[in-house]
């Protein structure tokens, strides 16, 4: 009888414990990715990475290299658990890691980029291709150029701000916002394929609150941090033309705000005419 009382309690206590599991991730959403690897450390690594208590749990398989990504849709998503998980070294079918995280793994767990070689492969041979195709080739160029819509947008958005048009800026966060999502990751260099995974949660956010008002006032506040990352992603980027680095003092209540221009003259989008020439180039892009 004892021994069928201790039963039934530690059956009723492994269902208890997994229920209290499943009850952790509160608007559990789940989705399969394949991620590369090699071996039980791998496995560890990807995990780790992309736990997050109570918000993300990933499980792995080392045979699969198939990974089940459970996560609470209202906190965090698909992208950024994976992008966690590229910065710790390994790739996804969405996201390639940095060369250096890939090197900085132990010899056992360097496993085959299938990923990128897939990436590789194509753009050399569509380069190849166009090779005596002007035309083409220029296709290629823009193309390879992901951020180009994301800068010319951002430009666009910053003359708005300086004439102080609150409507006119809504809608073009809006362009600069479906540009940011159309960006194909593993289409860039990494070294600016790393800074995109940094900055572009923040990009996305902060073109989303410019485009949900009118108030330029409002706008100007997200505007300084959104230039700060596109500054962040020029400055590993190659720019074909002269990019100005400039900066007012006044702005942010005194303590100074940055901006991107593509001429040299002052045109301040944090006060638009009541200071239209207030600033400096402290630095220029090329």
């Known amino acids: 009888m004892k021994n069928i009382f201790q039963n039934i309690t530690l059956l009723l206590s492994v269902a208890l414990l997994s229920i209290s599991c499943e009850a952790q991730?509160?608007?559990?959403?789940?989705e399969t990715v394949k991620i590369t690897g090699n071996c039980e450390m791998c496995e560890e690594t990807i995990e780790k990475?992309?736990?997050?208590?109570?918000?993300?749990?990933?499980?792995?398989?080392?045979?699969?290299?198939?990974?089940?990504?459970?996560?609470?849709?209202?906190?965090?998503?698909?992208?950024e658990i994976l992008k966690r998980i590229a910065l710790a070294g390994y790739d996804s079918q969405f996201f390639l890691a940095p060369d250096q995280a890939y090197k900085n793994l132990p010899e056992c767990c360097q496993y085959k980029r299938e990923f990128k070689k897939e990436t590789?492969?194509?753009?050399?041979?569509e380069m190849a291709h166009n090779h005596e195709d002007h035309v083409k080739s220029q296709e290629v160029i823009q193309e390879k150029n992901q951020l180009e819509k994301v800068y010319e947008n951002y430009f666009m958005l910053k003359d708005a701000l300086v004439k102080s048009d609150g409507n006119k800026a809504s809608d073009l966060s809006k362009v600069l916002l479906t540009a940011i999502n159309e960006v194909k990751m593993e289409k860039l260099d990494n070294d600016v394929h790393l800074v995109w995974m940094k900055v572009m949660k923040n990009l996305t956010e902060?073109?989303?609150?410019?485009?949900?008002?009118?108030?330029?006032?409002?706008?100007?506040?997200?505007?300084?941090?959104?230039?700060?990352?596109?500054?962040?992603?020029?400055?590993?980027?190659?720019?074909?033309?002269?990019?100005?680095?400039?900066?007012?003092?006044?702005?942010?209540?005194?303590k100074g705000a940055n901006w991107l221009s593509k001429e040299s003259t002052i045109k301040n989008p944090y006060y638009g005419s009541m200071m239209l020439n207030c600033g400096k180039t402290v630095e220029k892009l090329k």
């Not at 991730?25 to 789940?30: L, P, V």
């Not at 992309?50 to 609470?72: E, F, H, P, Q, R």
């Not at 590789?120 to 041979?125: C, G, L, M, P, R």
């Open 49 to 79: 990475a992309g736990n997050l208590k109570k918000i993300a749990a990933v499980d792995w398989d080392k045979d699969t290299k198939m990974a089940t990504i459970s996560y609470d849709d209202k906190k965090t998503n698909k992208e």
């Open 25 to 30: 991730i509160k608007n559990e959403k789940k």
């Open 120 to 125: 590789i492969k194509s753009v050399s041979k």
């Open 206 to 254: 902060d073109a989303e609150h410019i485009n949900e008002t009118k108030d330029v006032k409002h706008q100007r506040d997200y505007f300084m941090t959104l230039s700060k990352n596109i500054y962040a992603l020029m400055k590993v980027d190659k720019s074909k033309e002269p990019v100005y680095y400039q900066f007012c003092p006044m702005a942010n209540d005194g």
